[in-house]
């Protein structure tokens, strides 16, 4: 198997999986009780809150570890409007936000009445600041977007949002989701004021994430029904998950000084050998940063389905920007929101690498790719003759 | 599709159609035919040309050109194995159901590949009848 779908998820480290296991048996006590029991759970909790706000460059007090990236979307940006009503209720997103931050909005929209902007994107996947600037009133109470791109791998310029948003004193936060373990976070310095984490994306657990909350940033707790997480996040503690996450994020981060330069390499060589052997193939973002790990091609003439289906026949495993794969008929809305017409963005893969993949792995992926592409090119109403063989 | 029947390979596709996709029949552009039939909308996704040559009534020949998902590419397959050697009247027939039912079923949200094969093979029948007629038409207006 030749696995290319780590923004997908990931398969946990092993030291991840060790960490946990005596808090599923052993360590077992609720973190909430007074007995011995309980107190390792709690120092084990309280360690991890430690380990993980040094690693990011923040305060533990500011760390609420939550059911997973989702939950940390949904009460960032729920939390923080909330609890600035008086100030307005207006919110400004971008249009290629994941589907957890698009949808939240949607709901504070259709059920309390809030008005949302949705930032456009240039071609090359990036907001336009001055868009950014325009948008932003005095009844703002929110700008939520994204550190890098779940499809593109396309990184947004955090820092400098941040610096246009705090100006105009307004909560910034930022789904920091598929950055981490990918490039370095230190959320002090992005300047935001919350920042959602999932823990399955970089070799951790599924079922556990992480919100920060800038001390002060205004702020009211979505789930209710007790005063875990500084009275931020109610819930028994998911200590083994906790564990994890904390352990996957030390290792992660170290890798990405260490792993991270040869998964780059075997990235853009992935790509340039895509270029140099099927015509007629766009990379999408390819002109702006991106994530090292991801590549997102479009492969004109063909549909992604398709390809993935006959990628999976030969144990390659990647995903696609068709909307076959989602149950839905449109394409991809954020290679749609790059401009890229319908044909083209359902004609997109996503490889994204991780760890474990070799040289000779991915030399194999063009291999079979190009033939792939060559057969359905060959049986496609679109693709010029001259294309067909 | 029986619930119990092994999903691999192909996850959400029965047997046959993976089959179909996997080594499609009856593919590629035609040269000279009698009728074309192109359906679909990038939009969605899906884009099914149809291409058929009829001799005396009867469907002889026919192939296709298919943009599309795992399911578009497969009912184009066996739709254009299902006409071959059919009566026009008999082609007309065919229902996007049958179809389906031909590749041993097709997930919910992909019938509509079957409705475009349906489709498809009914524009080419259509294209075909029209260039009849107007052939027709044209050897009456150079008779007279």
Avoid at chain 2, 25 to 40: A, L, Q, S, T
Wanted: aromatic share 6%.
């Amino acid at each position: 198997m030749i696995y290319l779908d780590n923004n997908a998820t990931t398969s946990a480290y092993p030291e991840v999986v060790e960490a946990m296991l005596p808090f599923f048996t052993e360590k077992f006590g609720n973190p909430s009780s007074l007995y011995e029991l309980a107190q390792q759970q709690k120092d084990a909790i309280e360690s991890s809150r430690q380990k993980v706000a040094e690693i990011l460059g923040v305060q533990p007090k500011e760390i609420v570890f939550t059911s997973g990236g989702t939950e940390a979307v949904n009460t960032a940006i729920i939390g923080s409007a909330l609890a600035q009503q008086e100030k307005g209720k207006y919110i400004i997103t971008s249009k290629i936000e994941h589907k957890a931050v698009l949808e939240t909005c949607k709901f504070l929209q259709k059920y309390l009445g809030y008005e949302i902007t949705y930032l456009s994107v240039d071609s090359s996947g990036v907001i336009d600041l001055d868009e950014l600037k325009n948008s932003i009133r005095s009844d703002t109470v929110l700008v939520s977007i994204m550190y890098a791109n779940n499809e593109t791998g396309v990184i947004q310029p955090i820092q400098e949002i941040g610096k246009i948003v705090k100006q105009a004193n307004v909560p910034f936060h930022s789904d920091v989701v598929q950055a981490i373990g990918k490039i370095p976070v230190n959320l002090s310095e992005l300047g935001v004021d919350y920042a959602s984490i999932s823990g399955h994306k970089f070799h951790g657990p599924r079922g556990i994430g992480i919100l920060y909350r800038r001390k002060g940033a205004p702020f009211t707790p979505l789930i209710r029904g007790g005063a875990h997480e500084n009275k931020m996040r109610a819930g028994t503690e998911n200590t083994p998950g906790i564990v994890g996450i904390a352990t996957a994020l030390e290792i992660a981060s170290r890798e990405i000084n260490n792993k991270m330069p040869e998964i780059e390499k075997l990235r853009d060589r992935l790509q340039q050998r895509i270029l140099d052997e099927i015509p007629e193939v766009i990379v999408n973002g390819g002109t702006a940063p991106r994530v090292p790990n991801t590549l997102n091609i479009a492969i004109k003439y063909v549909e992604g389905e398709a390809m993935l289906f006959l990628l999976d026949n030969e144990g390659i495993l990647a995903s696609s920007g068709s909307a076959c794969t989602s149950g839905s008929l449109e394409p991809s809305y954020v290679l749609l929101a790059m401009g890229l017409d319908h044909a083209t963005a359902h004609g997109s893969l996503r490889f994204s690498l991780g760890k474990d993949n070799t040289q000779q792995q991915i030399d194999k992926v063009v291999d079979v790719l190009a033939p792939i592409v060559q057969k359905l090119r060959n049986m496609s109403p679109f693709c010029p003759d001259e294309l067909k063989k | 599709m029986n619930e119990n029947e092994p999903k691999k390979p192909g996850g959400i596709y029965s047997k046959k159609v993976m089959e179909h996709f996997m080594n499609p029949h009856n593919w590629g552009r035609m040269e000279n035919p009698d009728g074309v039939g192109k359906v679909g909308n990038p939009i969605c996704g899906d884009v099914m040309w149809i291409y058929i040559k009829v001799e005396d009534n009867r469907i002889v020949d026919i192939s296709f050109e298919t943009f599309g998902c795992v399911a578009a590419i497969a009912t184009s397959s066996i739709t254009t194995d299902m006409v071959k050697g059919k009566t026009v009247e008999e082609a007309l027939e065919i229902t996007n159901k049958a179809v389906a039912n031909a590749l041993d079923g097709l997930p919910p949200n992909k019938m509509h590949c079957s409705l475009l094969a349906e489709e498809g093979l009914k524009a080419a029948i259509e294209d075909y009848i029209a260039k009849k007629k107007g052939k027709k038409q044209d050897n009456q207006k150079q008779e007279k």
